[in-house]
């Protein structure tokens, strides 16, 4: 982050708050509420639970059931009525409550949602934050551990950003219901409550843009990229690299639609070795784009083909293989091996 | 026999990394029933009771109220057996051959939950590999290989992906130097230094695993080093095409002709060049040449007159070190060199090649002239390598074995003079008053006039035309 | 047969359920009676206080029920809240990692599974352990979900209870299907027709699927029986937040009856189940079925619901417990005695023991499992990911 909106200490209150993801979102959801009196919550149990997760704890409390609201069970009836209430004036921020949980409501995202404004030649804007916690890694049940989020990043009409730290979630949220255009906002799930990734997020700095990449760890023999909850894995494989003696430079994409690849190109440049982290499953996905992208920019700079680390091209295991099948550390790293060597 | 089992704090709420301890409802010594509520804890999500997974004695309780404790971390540990008889270290080693006991009586198991975050922390060391982590070269070349080597076999056969081919199919020997069917295989980094070098990747034999082909394969074929010595119309396996129409052969610029093109030009449009010609009566040098060939030293040697221009060249050099310099326009220095690396031209099949004597100034005759041969042998049989053409601080271009007297020599890049040697004719010359028929040869000396000054190249060219005339006056310098 | 006639007539209630934001004192106070009484259309064959009622139009539905039966109904209900609870504390004791609770819906559980016939289809949400238990399922085959061991890998054919769908409504569509085959295949129209049960909650009357399934059951005349357990929450929704007025009617909208039963009540919902089915196999489906029961205990393990639901409420549904009902019915008329009641509870224990011991050693499934059975017909591409992940994962000491 940015150092301006990094500072030490253990000041919770003011300007500067210790804050676990999970609270950061609350804290950006609330600015956002104030800020901006048409913003509304909807989404199922996320009034007066607080939502499954509580990342909208309070706000009901605070602002009033007509402005977080808890809706019926249909994932269709949440994403079609905000268009509805975007239409009419409204900036809703949906929840899903669950990735898996997001096919009932696809129809309305890839019909109207990405479509309206299009259709009507920008008269019509669809200012919607659809918020999706995403990813493994909880020892979870079937459809609970998904990443759905190539099928939006296909679609045109639609924004997607993925946050990776507490510092970028407390800001994108609010600049993701800023934007005019709607944007599926993902939320790595497993980093919620993780005392171990709370940061300082100071409230009166000022943010990097929404739809950037960022390099979180410079190097010299190798280019991770990633986002969402491999971010953290891919820095821990990058910290374990330097007793193999390589420097991994490791870049946050933060949005993968559009998608910020000009610093990815030019690290690639420097150091001529491409791989991609992601839990969801290569089989044309976004890692197919970033590869696809990649190879054709920097051809000439390629001393090995860009190679990625993924989820298999399988239905998410249940909990007893998840360990297995999400990139780990040793799967980047073997994979960065089989890169240099090449 | 006691039989102690340990409980883990579990996730109760799937992915939760801790909780923190409310209260405890039983303390070390009370007896509990299995599912018998014991610790009330805090998590991210709600207020929770633990019941007891075992029946037994509570011995210890690991963990206080108000502490925060990680998933999968003991909290408390029960005696499932308390009843049975807690044997003496002897008398336990005596029933069995089992470990001592001493050691072992409170040995304890622990549970095993259901891996919640808290318990798989995240790695941050690679885990141990059994071998070679990652396999030699990952046989992705030789999979590929063999790939297309299967599509071009199995033209009618359905065609079964090789996990591995028994052998990776060999690169196409360079013989002919016929086009094969399949992409040659190298590198983006490499393909672009062949397009710039104009070298055909086809016509390259891959020295790297699986016949990769490398930088220096290409840098190599550049350079006309490699076996083919077929003549120019199929090297770059394309015919010239010839048009009887016009009456005009088209061949494609490639190669080294392509590579010597750029340097000449680069050279011509950069040095500021001046030219100076000596003309040198060169007989006591032929004379010296003659007897030397009876000297013991010289018996298995030949003793070509190229050998004394090059120690002429070394010897001179030391008085006029301008012109073994170089002019580094980045830099903005001219750079001195300690070492004379001798470019000697030659001319070969594949075209014009120079390669260097290094450290010409430390070679005594003798073993210049051996050196010479060897080069030139190797050079007229295309072998030239890589390393040898490279670092060159002054070179000799030998127009007098063709046959000619003299010309201008352009300057090779990264040098700041040439000189052309002459051939050698018997020609009229005044010796003492009188005409005589004398051995002569021409000298021309190219220089770079940012380095070199024209009293400098003349000074240089003048010594080596008094050395030659007179070998004697080695013996001043 | 039934006709149209005989259909329960449903009208409004006096006040509507709350539907604004900010309800009335009315409304709460309606909400609640509603949430606590189930109406005056509610079928109800054993009262809370173990009291057999009339009902004319039931009771031939259980006029073959013997003591024997009542018994085993029993027997049932007390076991299946015994590994109920028993899999709820293996939960907390980090042996499960999510456990979803019935405790309360005993009665309403056992009562369609009782009903139900061995060549009757079932589809389940992901709660019903109850009717599980009736198809031949013992606790054991249940854990792998819970686990994380595997995804539902009972033989669901052989015992013709699909696996759990975690989706919500998914199954409700599925079923549709399934019972329109039934029809297709010329199975529906006498006394031993098949007909199919499906299973899901009052959340789930707002998904588009279980519409849709009611559309499609009813043009198709689907031998359907909808059973809607409405358990009063969805997680922290009151079914206010899914309807505004009481589910069964929902059904006169598409076309087919709808009905109310109290679904603590065994002997009722066996005697509603059975008209049900019945009116399936003879071609006169589909029919919905509102269970009106309560979530005793928390959505799944991973719910608190102290943060959004009074105690108080809790504490009035314990009053109308499915199991003490029909012990105080056994007791009073003397179809049992101590002696049994201990038998019973010997049973339980001795279920719940095997239980616990069985689900403490599950091994962990190979690694391998991930790529098997994706597909039904080989993958090449696939093929390749498995073997090079297992050449991967054999590399390091120890296996992997």
Redo the contacts between chains.
């Keep these: 982050m940015t150092a301006s909106a990094v500072r030490t200490g253990t000041d919770t209150t003011g300007a500067v708050q210790s804050l676990t993801l ?1 609270k950061a979102l609350n804290q950006g959801l609330r600015a956002a509420m104030e800020a901006d009196p048409r913003v509304i919550v909807m989404g ?2 996320v ?4 939502g ?1 997760f ?1 990342i909208t704890d309070g706000l009901q409390k605070d602002f ?3 402005r977080v ?6 994932e ?2 949440i994403i079609g009525t905000a268009v509805g209430l975007a239409v009419r004036g409204y900036r809703p921020v949906c929840e899903i409550q669950f990735d ?2 997001i ?2 409501g696809f129809d309305q995202i890839v019909s109207q949602v990405a479509k309206l404004h299009a259709r009507t030649r920008g008269r019509v804007r669809v200012p919607i934050v659809i918020r999706v916690p995403f990813g493994g ?8 551990s998904e990443s759905p989020e190539s099928y939006f990043a296909h679609t045109a009409g639609l924004k997607v950003v993925a946050c990776s730290n507490p510092v970028d979630a407390y800001w994108m949220i609010q600049q993701a219901i800023r934007c005019d255009d709607p944007v599926l906002f993902f939320e790595p ?2 980093l ?5 990734l709370k940061a300082e997020v100071d409230t009166t700095a000022t943010p990097d843009p929404l739809f950037a990449s960022r390099v979180v760890r410079a190097g010299t023999s190798a280019t991770l990229i990633t986002y969402g909850p491999s971010v ?2 891919s820095l ?1 494989a990058a ?2 690299a330097e ?2 003696g390589n420097s991994l430079e490791v870049i946050d994409l933060r949005s993968l639609s559009p998608m910020d690849l000009e610093p990815v190109f030019a690290s690639v440049r420097r150091t ?1 070795h491409a791989v991609v982290v992601t839990e969801a499953p290569a ?1 044309s996905s976004l890692s197919s784009e970033i590869a696809a992208r990649i190879q054709q920019e920097c ?6 083909p860009v190679l990625r680390v993924t989820g ?4 998410y ?9 999400l990139p ?4 980047i ?2 994979t960065v ?2 890169s240099l ?2 | 026999m006691p039989d102690f089992k340990s409980f883990p704090l579990p996730d109760t709420a799937e992915g939760l990394t801790e909780a923190e301890i409310l209260a405890w409802h039983v303390q070390p010594g009370d007896t509990v029933t299995v599912n018998q509520i014991i610790v009330e804890i805090e998590t991210a999500k709600a207020a929770v009771e633990l019941p007891c997974p075992w029946a037994g004695l509570v011995t210890e309780i690991h963990v206080a109220p108000g502490d925060t404790v990680a998933v999968g971390t003991p909290i408390l540990t029960v005696d499932v057996d308390p009843g049975g008889a807690a044997a003496p270290a002897a008398a336990s080693s005596a029933s069995n051959g089992a470990a001592p006991a001493a050691t072992d009586s409170g040995a304890e198991e622990e549970m095993k939950p259901l891996v919640g975050y808290g318990s798989k922390a995240a790695a941050v060391t690679r885990r141990p590999r059994r071998g070679p982590a990652v396999p030699a070269g990952s046989g992705a070349p030789a999979a590929q290989v063999g790939v297309q080597a299967a599509f071009d076999r199995a033209a009618s056969v359905p065609i079964e992906v090789e996990k591995e081919p028994a052998a990776p199919v060999p690169a196409t020997a360079a013989a002919a130097g016929s086009p094969r069917s399949a992409v040659p295989l190298a590198k983006p980094p490499v393909r672009k230094l062949a397009k710039d070098l104009g070298v055909d990747l086809r016509t390259v034999v891959g020295s790297g695993v699986d016949g990769v082909i490398t930088r220096d394969d290409v840098t190599t074929a550049a350079s006309g080093s490699t076996v083919d010595s077929q003549p120019a119309a199929s090297l770059n396996g394309v015919a010239p095409s010839y048009d009887a129409a016009t009456r005009e052969r088209r061949v494609t610029v490639k190669g080294v002709r392509k590579a010597t093109a750029a340097a000449m030009v680069g050279s011509a449009f950069t040095a500021p060049h001046v030219t100076e010609f000596l003309t040198v009566d060169v007989t006591p040098m032929m004379q010296l040449r003659a007897s030397l060939k009876n000297h013991p030293d010289f018996r298995d040697v030949k003793l070509t007159p190229l050998a004394f221009c090059a120690k002429a060249v070394c010897l001179a050099a030391r008085r006029t070190p301008d012109v073994n310099a170089t002019w580094d326009e980045a830099a903005g220095e001219i750079v001195y060199k300690e070492y004379v690396h001798l470019g000697i031209a030659a001319a070969t099949p594949r075209g014009l090649v120079v390669p260097k004597v290094r450290d010409a100034d430390r070679l005594s005759l003798r073993e210049l002239a051996a050196t010479l041969q060897e080069l030139t042998d190797t050079a007229r049989d295309g072998r030239t390598t890589p390393a040898a053409m490279l670092g060159g601080t002054f070179t000799i271009t030998n127009v007098g074995v063709f046959g000619v007297d003299t010309g201008t020599p352009i300057i090779n890049p990264g040098e700041s003079a040439i000189l052309a040697f002459g051939a050698i004719r018997d020609t009229p010359w005044v010796v003492d008053g009188e005409i005589k028929i004398r051995k002569v040869c021409q000298l021309a000396l190219s220089f770079d006039h940012r380095v070199v000054d024209g009293q400098q190249g003349s000074q240089f060219l003048a010594d080596v035309g008094a050395l030659l005339a007179d070998p004697g006056i080695a013996i001043t310098y | 047969m039934s006709s149209p006639e005989q259909w329960t007539h449903p009208e409004p209630g006096e006040t509507p359920a709350a539907t604004a934001a900010s309800p009335s004192a009315e409304q709460v106070i309606a909400g609640l009676r509603a949430t606590s009484e189930g109406g005056s259309e509610l079928v109800q064959l054993l009262t809370p206080e173990g009291e057999r009622v009339p009902n004319e139009r039931f009771d031939p539905y259980v006029a073959d029920v013997t003591a024997d039966d009542l018994r085993g109904l029993y027997h049932d209900m007390v076991l299946v809240r015994r590994a109920d609870r028993e899999a709820n504390a293996l939960q907390r004791q980090g042996q499960l990692g999510i456990w979803v609770p019935l405790l309360g819906q005993e009665a309403a559980q056992i009562g369609v599974g009782r009903a139900m016939r061995q060549t009757d289809m079932a589809f389940p949400s992901y709660r019903e352990h109850g009717v599980a238990w009736c198809r031949g399922i013992k606790p054991q085959e249940l854990l792998g979900i819970f686990r994380g061991t595997d995804n539902g890998s009972w033989d669901s054919q052989a015992h013709r209870f699909h696996p759990y769908t975690i989706v919500i409504g998914n199954q409700v569509l599925n079923a549709a299907g399934y019972a329109m085959g039934q029809r297709f295949d010329g199975k529906v129209g006498d006394d031993d027709g098949e007909a199919t049960v499906c299973f899901f909650g009052d959340g789930a009357t707002s998904q588009g699927d279980v519409h849709e399934g009611f559309v499609w059951a009813a043009v198709y005349d689907a031998p359907l029986v909808f059973f809607c357990q409405n358990n009063q929450w969805a997680i922290s929704e009151p079914t206010e937040r899914q309807s505004r007025l009481p589910l069964y009617q929902r059904a006169r909208g598409y076309g087919f009856p709808g009905i109310r039963v109290d679904g603590n009540d065994v002997l009722g919902t066996l005697a509603v189940s059975r008209w049900a089915l019945d009116e399936c196999r003879h071609g006169n489906g589909p029919v919905l079925i509102e269970a009106f029961t309560y979530r005793m205990d928390a959505h799944t393990t991973t719910d608190d619901p102290t943060r959004y639901r009074i105690s108080d409420e809790v504490e009035t549904w314990k009053l109308k417990d499915p199991i003490e009902r029909v012990r105080v019915h056994l007791v009073r008329h003397e179809m049992a005695d101590e002696a049994y009641f201990d038998s019973v509870q010997a049973d339980a224990d001795a279920m719940a023991a095997e239980l616990r011991e069985f689900c403490f050693s599950m091994p962990d499934p190979p690694t391998s499992h991930m790529f098997d059975s994706v597909y039904a017909e080989e993958n090449p591409y696939l093929a390749a990911q498995r073997e090079e992940f297992l050449a991967y994962s054999a590399s390091f000491e120890g296996g992997h």
Excluded: C, M, N
């Design positions: 999970g199922e149990d009034g007066r639970l607080g499954v509580r009033g059931e007509h609201l808890d809706t019926p069970l249909a269709s009836g898996g949980f096919f009932p890694g909880i020892g979870a049940v079937e459809h609970h799930k497993r919620y409550h993780s005392s171990a953290k894995v821990e910290a374990a007793q193999d001529g089989e051809f000439y700079s390629l001393e090995a298999f091209d399988v239905p295991p249940p909990a007893k293989l998840e360990e297995h099948f780990d550390l040793d799967r790293l073997d091996d089989r060597a090449w």
